[in-house]
Each structure stands twice: as C-alpha cells, then as structure tokens.
C-alpha cells in the first residue's frame, strides 16, 4: 500500500450505524461519467468565467453547465419527480463532485499516478458505443465525436482523467477498515455475495475517500464563485 495515503488522512469516525453507512452507500453516485459523450449544453456562459479555482485548476463556467445538464438529465430519468429533484440541490452536488475530482486529480499530479496509453486505447476500444461487429471501428469513433462537437482530444483528454481518478479511488479505498460493529453485521451474513454486505464495504469506502478529500481540501488553496450558478 502507498506510503503517501497515510498522510493527510482524516481519522475516520467508527460510530456510523449500519443504515447511515447503507445510505450513504446508496444515494452516491458517480454524476461525471466520461465513458458516455458531454452534454454540450444550452446556457448562456460568460466568456473566461470560472465558477471555482483549486489551487491553479480552473472550473468554467461553461464545464460546470455542461456537467450539470448531464447530471440532470440522469437524475430526471432515475428520480422522475420535482419533489426528489430538489431534495438532491443538484448545482451543489455538481459543484462539489468538480471540485472534489480536481482535489484528488491534483494529488494524483502529486504523487505521479498516471495512466499508460495502452490503457487508454484498450478502454476506448472496449467502449461498445465505438465498435462494429464487437470491434472496436475507427470511423465509428470519429463520426461520433463528430457528431457529438468533439475532438480525439478532448474525449480521450476525459477518458484518462476518469481513469486516473479510479485509480485514486481504488487506491484510497484500500485504507478502509471496517470497525467492530461493521464486522459483526458481516459475520452475520452467511452469503458473502448479499448485497447488504457488498452495500456496507461499498459505503465504508466511499466514506474514507470522502475524508481524505476532505483532509486534502483543507490544505489547498480554493476559491468558488457560487454567483455563476445561481
């Protein structure tokens, strides 16, 4: 295991009770998804505006909107109602979810984890929306980066970042314990393959990668003008 993860780790609280820890477990969801095309978006964006700044990395306001209208055209389908549209307070879960994945991409910078480009050919060529006949087709990918107002670059500039981004998650998640009372409930489930079971590790690291980003937020410099998206 890394010895850098242990730095700037947060203690990690042991008194969730199960159901805080199902719940967490069930309402995240990873909303900056790159292996499906950006939303382009239909707002009006000012020029250069930055909506917030982590340290030397900049969120525009033109990236927020466009990330904000995919996630919620994802929760629209999956939620259905206003009542539990509003209960989500979707610009702030946006926002946060950007600036968290620009934290933990600049401890990535930090810390050299990168990704090979054997890896991200493979990831792309395994995306089925690229394929003809099961194989992966060159001109199927570029008509629908076409299509879609985007460069080679742009999208495979997405793909790496989602994929350095798993590894720090994979990464961080591996400094999960599970706390006596988490290990109780295990023991008691007799099928390892409940989804309880796998709902409770899920959310127990999910939990960790939240305070560590938490810890590293805290020794960066931030600056969010919320202005932009009300």
Known sequence: MPVWLYYNMLEI????????????????IMIIVTFVFWGMGTRGTEPNAIVAQIE??????????????????????????????????????????????????????????????????????????????GVFDGDV??????????????????????LVLNKMHQLIAETAELNAEEIKILDSIQDANNPIAGA???????????AYVEGLKRQMKIKINRKLIS
């Not at 879960?93 to 930090?110: F, Q």
């Not at 570029?142 to 989602?162: C, D, G, H, K």
């Open 13 to 28: 609280m042991r008194s969730h009770k199960f159901f805080t820890v199902f719940l967490l477990s069930a309402v995240t």
């Open 56 to 133: 030397k990395e900049k969120i525009t306001q033109e990236e927020y909107w466009r990330v904000y209208d995919n996630a919620d055209r994802y929760y629209r389908d999956t939620y259905k109602t206003e009542e539990e549209m509003k209960k989500l307070n979707l610009k702030n879960k946006v926002l946060n979810d950007l600036v968290e994945d620009r934290v933990l991409m600049i401890a990535a910078e930090r810390n050299k984890i990168k990704v090979t480009e054997d890896e991200l050919k493979e990831t792309i060529k395994s995306n089925q929306l690229f394929q003809k006949n």
């Open 141 to 162: 990918y570029m008509r629908a980066l076409s299509i879609n107002r985007m460069t080679p670059q742009m999208y495979e500039n997405s793909v790496r970042q989602e």
């Open 200 to 210: 409770l590790i899920s959310a127990k690291r999910q939990l960790v990668i939240k």
